[in-house]
């Protein structure tokens, strides 16, 4: 079983910036994909970013040129590096990862709270 902790959420002013990070563990066999999910109130889930083993990634258009996504494979953590933070980018954060172990495996982090506001 693959433990996703998620760290870095809080209150932000417009215009500001915040640092996300998630860190996996427990029984990893071999992180594929990582990403950063966000949920705003009554809304659904929607992808930020995404970011393959290889280093490869893609964004949402609202994330584009605004955030970036890295990861470090040495410490199975991933980063989402936001800036110029929208009242809209109001949202709980989800690290996501991936996982082919026989079969894919998908896992979730409990979500941190970002939220912009003056």
């Known amino acids: 079983q693959v433990q996703l902790v998620e760290s870095g959420g809080g209150l932000v002013q417009p215009g500001g910036s915040l640092r996300l990070s998630c860190a996996a563990s427990?029984?990893?066999?071999?992180?594929?994909?990582m990403a950063w999910h966000h949920q705003a109130p009554g809304k659904q889930r929607e992808l930020v970013a995404i970011i393959g083993s290889n280093g490869g990634t893609t964004y949402a258009n609202s994330a584009k040129g605004r955030f970036t996504i890295s990861r470090d494979n040495t410490k199975n953590t991933v980063y989402l590096q936001m800036s110029s933070l929208r009242p809209e980018d109001t949202a709980v954060y989800y690290c996501?990862?991936?996982?082919?172990?026989?079969?894919?495996?998908?896992?979730w982090g409990q979500g941190t709270q970002v939220t912009v506001s003056l």
């Open positions: 996501y990862a991936n996982e082919f172990n026989r079969r894919w495996y998908d896992y």
């Open positions: 427990g029984s990893l066999f071999g992180i594929a994909d």
